[in-house]
């Protein structure tokens, strides 16, 4: 064979194998939620692209019943494939025909998961680099965490800090963070103990107060929640102490309407012509040659023997008496004259 001849059959074969396919990245962790973008570029120097193909396709890292599982094709004409999985969430990104076989998988799932194969071809192209393969792990990321607080707040006590996220794979790993009541950041107090489901905080006091916040993170993402403590003395318990005295209030109430009820109804009023008799005014049996009183008339006369003797007979002297004040009517017996 002569050298042309041999120099031909070389650049025959070498626009034959020109095919070169590449992916931006082979090793990718996303997110579950997330869309999933593997970039793919190809390079070829055949004349025309005419039957062009571009393949995806899914090896699970589990695998199913089927060994692989399509994911989307490209045919010539513009005529494209979706997997049954990937109905509706996968898309070719950049111009096919431009040498770009970029695709992105929206909403990623856990099921995502596995190394995603990209397969170039033309019928002028029959051998070289016309596979690569990304692999994919779809993580979970931490739910924001549920902070609560274990234990009295009072002096002296010991209580723990609670956290912990529902989901996330891996599984997330819990830091602490202090600050003051004025928000400045500060350590952790002395007493205190970080385990694996919180922060244990030892013969707490008022230096103890303050936020404390809580962060869940794995290798795709972190989330965090806050909590904050107000330590008090043991007689600041306001609702145990405030139940004690609105119950000591209620019953000083109704003892003072007891009282009341019961001086309102000892009190009875006397009557209007009831006098109490004065022991200076007592009645004395009055002295011999004395006149005497006529009750009836309320005055003193003297016995005259004469008194009827006659209408001209001169008549008694009368005189009012000084009766003292409530003096009772004094009333002689019948054999007093």
């Known amino acids: 064979m002569s050298g042309a001849a041999l120099l031909y059959l070389l650049a025959a074969l070498t626009s034959?194998?020109?095919?070169?396919?590449?992916?931006k990245v082979s090793h990718m962790e996303i997110a579950r939620g997330d869309a999933l973008h593997l970039q793919c570029t190809y390079q070829t120097i055949a004349s025309t692209k005419n039957h062009l193909t571009i393949e995806w396709i899914l090896v699970e890292e589990v695998p199913s019943e089927e060994?692989?599982?399509?994911?989307?094709?490209?045919?010539?004409?513009?005529?494209?494939?979706?997997?049954?999985k990937y109905k509706g969430r996968v898309n070719f990104t950049g111009d096919v025909n431009g040498e770009d076989c970029s695709i992105a998988i929206q909403n990623a799932q856990i099921t995502d998961t596995g190394s995603y194969t990209v397969e170039v071809t033309t019928?002028?192209?029959l051998v070289d680099k016309r596979k690569e393969t990304v692999d994919v792990i779809v993580l979970v990321p931490p739910t924001p965490p549920i902070c609560k607080i274990e234990g009295k707040a009072e002096y002296g006590e010991t209580v723990k800090l609670m956290c912990h996220s529902e989901e996330g794979s891996p599984t997330p790993v819990y830091t602490w963070q202090n600050y003051s009541p004025m928000n400045q950041p500060r350590q952790m107090p002395q007493m205190?103990?970080?385990?694996?489901d919180g922060l244990t905080l030892k013969n707490i006091s008022a230096k103890t107060s303050g936020f404390f916040i809580c962060t869940s993170k794995n290798?795709?993402?972190?989330?965090?929640?806050n909590i904050t403590l107000a330590v008090m003395p043991p007689s600041m318990n306001i609702a145990f102490y405030g139940g004690i005295i609105g119950g000591a209030v209620g019953v000083l109430i109704i003892l003072g309407i007891i009282v009341y009820c019961c001086c309102c109804r000892g009190e009875e009023k006397l009557p209007e012509d009831y006098e109490m008799e004065d022991p200076r005014?007592?009645?004395?049996?009055?002295?011999?040659g004395y006149p005497k009183r006529d009750d009836n008339a309320r005055t003193y006369r003297?016995?005259?023997?004469?008194?009827?003797?006659?209408?001209?007979?001169?008549r008694t002297t009368v005189r009012q008496p000084l009766v003292p004040p409530n003096k009772p009517t004094f009333v002689p017996d019948d054999n007093e004259v």
Do not use: H, W
Not at 302 to 314: F, H, K, L, T, V
């Open 281 to 288: 005014y007592e009645e004395e049996e009055p002295a011999e």
């Open 192 to 196: 205190s103990i970080q385990e694996s």
């Open 219 to 225: 290798k795709i993402r972190a989330a965090s929640c």
């Open 302 to 314: 003297e016995d005259d023997p004469n008194e009827n003797a006659g209408r001209n007979s001169p």
């Open 123 to 125: 019928p002028y192209d």
């Open 16 to 23: 034959l194998n020109a095919m070169n396919v590449n992916v």
């Open 67 to 84: 060994p692989t599982v399509d994911v989307i094709q490209y045919f010539y004409d513009g005529i494209y494939s979706v997997g049954k």
